[in-house]
């Protein structure tokens, strides 16, 4: 079978699409099936031939859809299955094409679950979109929950996240967990948190979504949802197969379950809070030096999902302080092969050379959770 996995062109500058894209892509070749990334209508009819004379499936796997409907409208016309990647809960009876959703309305459930176990009296939710992605999906679910909170909600509409964090900073309201909308916005608010109360993580518990590479090597690490992104690749590529065994089958509608990861920022039990409007804070410029210089954990996520083992040695060897010859010793590689993988690292944050790329993983990762985790020495 050929899937056409359509996407957008730019899909490898935002982490999650690329870590969507990069499970189907192992799915595909674990299946032994046929790849086509195509990045547009007019670019998918270059394969009519192929297409036509083959199985085919489609599969569309964009960024944001705000409306399946017309996505699926414009491929309806090409003669095979298509399964669209939503990755959000929408009305299965107003949807005659076959998709995958994750459950978001279970997401939030194991959350304040969460919260409840741990006796939180005040969550807020932190940097939520109104318009775009999952968050829509979010902010209804934690409504329609109704554990009993005020509801406090601080929202990013139009990707304008330093807004949202002086809008939490101002609140007069003792809050004691942060529920944000995905983990690198939460990785860059601890930033901010350190720089207001060092004893934060004893008074506030946060929860983001979609379990960052990231998220589990800082301190404390972070609690999370699984992102399905795995499973709901196994998931699209099954309905493929589905529709084209049966025939009598019009669409296929598949909900992936995700799973709370509990970490150390969710661990304090009876958490007093932090009243941030009567904080002693840092001035509006050096929040926003923080937040700025914070958003170098997108780069950092998407070097950690392009690293295999020996990139991961590489930089730990790094890390803790290793010269390149004794890298080479211990990785048993060319000095080629390591000045060429250090040069990616140093590409993909963007700095100068390698000790300024080493410096902002060290101030990120924690090196013992780097090494427990990968079994390094």
């Known amino acids: 079978m050929i899937i056409y996995l359509i996407t957008t062109k730019n899909y490898k500058d935002n982490s999650w699409i690329e870590n969507r894209i990069s499970c189907y892509k192992k799915e595909i070749a674990r299946k032994r099936m046929t790849l086509r990334v195509i990045f547009s209508k007019d670019e998918l009819l270059k394969y009519k031939n192929e297409y036509e004379k083959n199985e085919a499936c489609i599969i569309l796997a964009l960024i944001n859809i705000k409306n399946p409907n017309e996505i699926y409208k414009e491929y309806e016309e090409f003669p095979m299955p298509k399964v669209i990647d939503f990755h959000h809960n929408h009305d299965i009876f107003s949807n005659e094409f076959s998709y995958i959703a994750t459950d978001v309305f279970d997401s939030m459930r194991q959350v304040l679950d969460v919260l409840k176990k741990h ?13 775009t992605g999952r968050d829509p ?80 090597l800082i ?98 060897y790094l890390m803790i302080g290793y010269k390149i010859k004794d890298i080479q010793r211990l990785t048993y590689c060319s000095l080629s092969t390591i000045n060429y993988r250090i040069k990616k690292y140093i590409n993909t944050l963007e700095c100068n050379n390698h000790k300024e790329a080493i410096d902002i993983l060290n101030d990120f990762i924690d090196i013992n959770k780097l090494r427990d985790k990968n079994n390094l020495k």
Request: with cysteine; proline share 2%; net charge positive.
């Open 119 to 131: 006796n939180c009296k005040q969550p807020a939710l932190f940097a939520m979109s109104s318009l």
């Open 219 to 316: 301190t404390p690490s972070l609690s999370t949802t699984s992102s399905g992104f795995e499973q709901g690749a196994k998931e699209a590529i099954k309905i493929c197969e589905e529709l084209w065994k049966n025939k009598n089958v019009s669409a296929i509608h598949k909900f992936i379950q995700t799973d709370l990861i509990e970490r150390e920022s969710s661990m304090i039990y009876n958490p007093e809070g932090i009243n941030f409007d009567i904080c002693k804070k840092p001035t509006d410029k050096k929040i926003k030096e923080i937040v700025e210089y914070a958003y170098i954990s997108n780069k950092i996520e998407k070097l950690l999902l392009n690293c295999d083992d020996l990139d991961i040695k590489i930089i730990y």
């Open 137 to 216: 999906y979010r902010i209804s679910a934690y409504k329609k929950l109704n554990y009993g909170y005020k509801e406090l909600i601080f929202y990013d509409n139009g990707y304008n996240y330093l807004k949202a964090v002086k809008e939490l900073l101002n609140c007069n309201t003792r809050i004691d967990a942060l529920i944000c909308s995905n983990d690198l916005h939460a990785i860059r608010l601890i930033k901010v948190l350190k720089a207001i109360d060092e004893k934060w993580a004893n008074k506030v518990l946060i929860i983001s979504f979609f379990d960052a590479k990231l998220a589990s």
